[in-house]
């Protein structure tokens, strides 16, 4: 069953229960009020026969004025003539001895109580001859009792047509209410139907640019908009796979190339001079070297995925230090920390090895003897070099993948170490940028969240 559907049908049933609440609540309360108004007439009736010498009910109950008249003709006690009312009289047995508008009203044990004592009243609703009526009966003080009685089947017919037509009435309701009910759910999950739509259409051709509904304020307009972001970020992440595969393809044909090359080399000329055969080796074991760190490159940008590390509290001024005297071992170039205590939440390995790219990069492109310059203070790690620095052209666009300015293309390296340090500090939530120094030199500038 579809969304719109269940809310007809919800509300349907919603209003139907309402309905028949009020439906019942209206009935009943329509019951209970015309029956108190009837009771209220015989009331005042029953009153005129409780008069301390029982003569009212003499009168009406006499052999002059009482004889048994067809159905329908109604004898009143004063006017002659009340429609609807009916009157029987009881003996001290409750034996009938009179009636006027009736053959004949049931009559019940209490009715003989009360004849018997003459004191007391009942009300009650009997059926005689077809006809229902409503009964009191009062006790007269002289003994017996007379019952009055009041035409009830017109009040009964009424009440039925009301029951019908409150049925009617909650049937009708209910069918109008599910009408709008499926208005409003078709207006309201028209949006998801397209959603719904365009994310069939995007499993179905794998296509990512699908006509996403025009987004409203709703909770179904928050879900659009969430839903083309969604569609944006997957067809960015697919551009940038695509272009990774593109680029890595070119990278990775430098390297094979020259290994190609001086392997066929090798093949080619099997009685080359040692001196030649050396430089090939060291050649082919620079390139594998080289090849290999580039796949490995490859891999973690490809997959954005880095080691299973936890975080923890770590020190950036302790890894600072570490990184320096490994660079300082490896290149023999000398690094100068000024570090103050720098605490925060990270992985220390992620950290070492983005800290690590940049100290390497400054001890490449640094000239001479010149140190490497690495600053240290809470939040902020800073890396100078001392050579030409990054033009300004080529800031903007240092920390891409494969990137690589004219000035770098002499130097060994794949052009990714920059964009791994870039996807390290932003999985800390931190930045990264370049500026060149006034007297000459690149700072690369690490800045991460306050520590908590």
């Not at 009435?169 to 397209?194: D, F, H, N």
């Not at 551009?239 to 393809?249: K, N, S």
């Not at 964009?419 to 931190?430: K, Y």
Request: include cysteine; charge should be negative.
């Amino acid at each position: 069953m579809t969304l719109r559907g269940k809310i007809a049908i919800a509300m349907a049933l919603l209003t139907a229960v309402t309905a028949i609440i009020v439906a019942t609540t209206t009935y009943v309360v329509t019951d209970q009020r015309v029956r108190v108004e009837v009771d209220q007439y015989l009331d005042t009736y029953a009153q005129r026969f409780q008069d301390p010498d029982g003569r009212q009910a003499a009168v009406t109950c006499s052999s002059e004025t009482n004889r048994r008249q067809l159905p329908g003709i109604r004898r009143g006690i004063e006017d002659g003539s009340v429609e609807g009312v009916a009157f029987q009289c009881l003996d001290r047995s409750g034996t009938s001895v009179a009636a006027i508008g009736v053959d004949e009203l049931p009559v019940n044990a209490r009715d003989r109580v009360i004849a018997a004592t003459g004191r007391g009243t009942q009300t009650r609703t009997v059926s005689s001859d077809g006809t229902t009526w409503r009964v009191k009966t009062v006790g007269v003080a002289q003994g017996g009792a007379v019952q009055i009685a009041r035409d009830y089947g017109e009040t009964n017919r009424v009440l039925s047509s009301l029951k019908i037509w409150l049925f009617f009435v909650v049937i009708v309701a209910s069918a109008v209410s599910a009408l709008v009910g499926w208005l409003i759910a078709r207006r309201s999950t028209k949006p998801l139907v397209q959603l719904t739509n365009a994310a069939e259409a995007v499993a179905t051709t794998g296509r990512l640019d699908v006509d996403v509904p025009p987004a409203g304020k709703d909770e179904p307009g928050r879900l659009a908009r969430s839903f083309a972001t969604m569609l944006a970020a997957l067809g960015q992440s697919r551009d940038q796979q695509q272009q990774l595969v593109q680029d890595a393809g070119h990278e990775l044909r430098t390297p094979l190339t020259s290994l190609r090359t001086n392997v066929e080399t090798l093949q080619r000329y099997p009685d080359l001079p040692a001196d030649t055969r050396e430089a090939i080796l060291l050649d082919l074991q620079s390139e594998t070297r080289e090849l290999g760190s580039l796949v490995d490159e490859l891999v973690q940008l490809a997959t954005d995925t880095w080691d299973d590390e936890p975080e923890e509290q770590v020190s950036l001024d302790q890894i600072v230090q570490r990184v320096a005297e490994r660079t300082r071992r490896r290149t023999g170039r000398d690094v100068v920390v000024v570090a103050e205590p720098a605490t925060m939440f990270g992985r220390p390995r992620e950290l070492t090895r983005a800290i690590g790219n940049l100290v390497d990069n400054a001890a490449k492109f640094s000239d001479g003897p010149a140190p490497v310059e690495v600053a240290v203070r809470p939040g902020v790690v800073e890396v100078r070099d001392h050579g030409s620095g990054v033009a300004e052209e080529d800031q903007a666009h240092i920390f891409d993948r494969f990137y690589r300015s004219a000035a770098a293309r002499s130097k060994p390296g794949s052009g990714l170490g920059l964009a791994i340090v870039d996807q390290i500090v932003r999985s800390h939530e931190g930045r990264v940028s370049v500026t060149n120094a006034p007297d000459g030199g690149a700072v690369f500038t690490i800045e991460f969240p306050p520590f908590q």
